[in-house]
């Protein structure tokens, strides 16, 4: 009998995430083992559970998916999970990391403004670039060879995040923007707002002195929204001559990403999620 | 593929019912997502969990169940359930509230008098009729068309029951009973003892000098139980000239109705079954 | 419809056994119930939602499995489960207790002794043996006729250990171990290595020394083995002339106990299984 696949939910928080259990079914998941409140050292357990119950050949049909509402919590128990893998006697299992859904929501709003530009050829402004979510979109664009400027209130973030950037992607063309605003979005084709719910970061005015801009993508779903002059269902949406995304058009896109990591992690037994290889998903999805 | 039902069982006490679960499962939901030590603040991300991952066509096919052992605490969580909703976008599911099974049992005791008696012709006595599941019987009887009494033993209380029905059910002919137990069982056809647990509501003597009374349902599963010399199993058994029903008797229908109030939920996405609502199923079953 | 089977795992510990959950599955559970932290009191309403939620016909397609990483408090948590079931009505479950894996690794070990050496002809040292995995293996050897000595470094607690198990077993042959680990072994066909991760019992030397010996088998998958010159995945391995089994070795008699055991719940509605009981079921298989 074929063994029925097994996706356990590490999530931090007290009451383990509805949302990513329901995708994970909806995404043919045949059970989720959902575990909230996880501390880090209750980590190894989950995962000798998940790798010294199934022979090497059902090995893949178990998964670990580790969610949670603090990105960097979900980090860390990344790393703590890898650590209590055995590759070397082939016991392991995949994992996914989607904390507060940064993974798929920066593979997402790549993949929107991918559409309409070509992004090797694309100077783009991530404005709340400093944030879990904002940092993965700028990699993101970076390693698709954009030239990416990081928008931040506090220069001293926003350098140390272009440090982090460059340690992950050597090649990458990556820098603070600068602290005003037309000259940060002078050149720009892209901008993308990842900054907290409810803070205008690009008003309509800005946005219209700015004759090279084509897409703008706005990640936050609370009004007031990021960019002025856009609405959260905008997909593909013309406003004032630019292509615009709103969160909500965003999370078609972001739900599909999604799922598609879900079943991936069920073909082999030995892959680890994390922003770029779900964007790389994303790519053929 | 179509997707499958999810029930989300929201409970306040530390460990989620057993009883609820499995009664979920057997009245056909595919999957039972649990959650116990539920505390207000988090039923928002519940909630949100549950509507923002299916689209309207499937929304149906997820359904909150609030339970737990304390009603007032499920009434308060299923009113910050609803407050979560956007019903304004279609995006709501259906939600059950059965704290401490009060509904299903209501609806059953009801039912079960209702096999024997016009409630619209009938008098009832509701002994123990302040606590949480004596009220909703009280209610349902009066929206029944049923003279009702509610007894307690501290009139203030009964009093404060009387005006919460005629605030839900305005036309509700519904008073305090007579602190004396033979004026507040003279002429009524119908007693429902709905007490605590080890007290004994309505002696055999009282019941009987009382000639007009038919019928009798103690709800009670402890001995001894609320109403002298019937049996925890009792179901539609003669007893010195009425017809009794226990506990017991009375729980073969209190499953059947929880059972159709379960499909019921993933029928439409908009149902709130509270009391009415419950009983009003069980009616059709 | 027929009923899914469910099984209620109750684990004392923070996070319910990834391991045990996975299990159930693979043995062909339909549904596992998994609540963590699981505390004495909480026991009575998880076994009368147990219980009182399905006819008499269908009791046998819900059981319960206990488990945790404390033997001692997985025994309390079994002995207060069984004391809330009502066979006095035909209302009770099946249950299994696994805690630690102890019953399972305890009959495994016996299992793969027998495949080599007729115990009622067999004279044994279980070394480690005043723990919970070392008594459960010295009481499944005495039951089975073998003569058996247990070893520990602390003598009242061996003989602690011997009284406890003619308490169980009135015809037990059984002794506690001399201190001198030559004497303990002298005339020994097996010897069977229990004790805590990481601490050697067994020294080769001491091993080369006892010409009588045949079968050893070490329970600890840790390094330091517990038996000097053997493999942890050794399986029927012959090492310097005695037959050795490691703990990976034990390991897959041990799941195919374990699975064994949980399909065996689902077949009546009234069977506690325990080291005996799953040793038993371990002969067969």
């Given at each position: 009998m074929t063994k029925r696949t097994i996706l356990i939910q590490i999530d931090p928080d007290p009451q383990p995430s509805v949302f990513d259990r329901v995708v994970a079914l909806d995404a043919g998941a045949d059970e989720v083992f959902s575990y909230g409140?996880?501390?880090?050292?209750?980590?190894r357990n989950l995962v000798h559970g998940a790798i010294f119950t199934r022979g090497p050949q059902d090995l893949r049909r178990t998964a670990l998916f580790i969610g949670g509402s603090d990105v960097s919590v979900g980090e860390a128990l990344l790393q703590e999970a890898l650590r209590h893998m055995l590759p070397q006697f082939g016991l392991r299992v995949s994992v996914m990391l989607d904390a507060n859904g940064a993974n798929t929501t920066a593979a997402a709003a790549v993949r929107s403004a991918a559409r309409h530009l070509d992004l090797a050829q694309t100077t783009a402004l991530v404005l709340g670039g400093t944030g879990p979510v904002g940092q993965r979109v700028a990699r993101l664009l970076a390693r698709r060879g954009a030239e990416v400027r990081i928008g931040s209130r506090q220069p001293a973030r926003a350098q140390a995040a272009v440090e982090a950037i460059r340690r992950k992607v050597p090649e990458a063309r990556v820098q603070p923007a600068p602290s005003d605003l037309s000259a940060a979005l002078a050149g720009c084709q892209l901008a993308i707002a990842a900054g907290a719910?409810?803070?205008?970061?690009?008003p309509l005015a800005a946005r219209r002195a700015c004759?090279?801009?084509?897409v703008v993508v706005d990640?936050?779903?609370?009004?007031?929204?990021?960019?002025?002059?856009?609405?959260?269902?905008?997909?593909?949406t013309e406003r004032d001559g630019v292509i615009a995304y709103g969160a909500i058009g965003v999370g078609g896109i972001k739900m599909k990403i999604h799922k598609a990591a879900i079943a991936r992690l069920?073909?082999?037994?030995?892959l680890v999620l994390d922003a770029e290889e779900i964007d790389a998903l994303g790519e053929g999805g």
């Open positions: 409140g996880v501390q880090r050292e209750q980590v719910a409810g803070v205008l970061l690009l004759p090279t801009l084509r990640l936050n779903a609370v009004p007031p929204l990021g960019i002025e002059g856009i609405d959260v269902a905008d997909k593909a069920f073909e082999r037994n030995d």
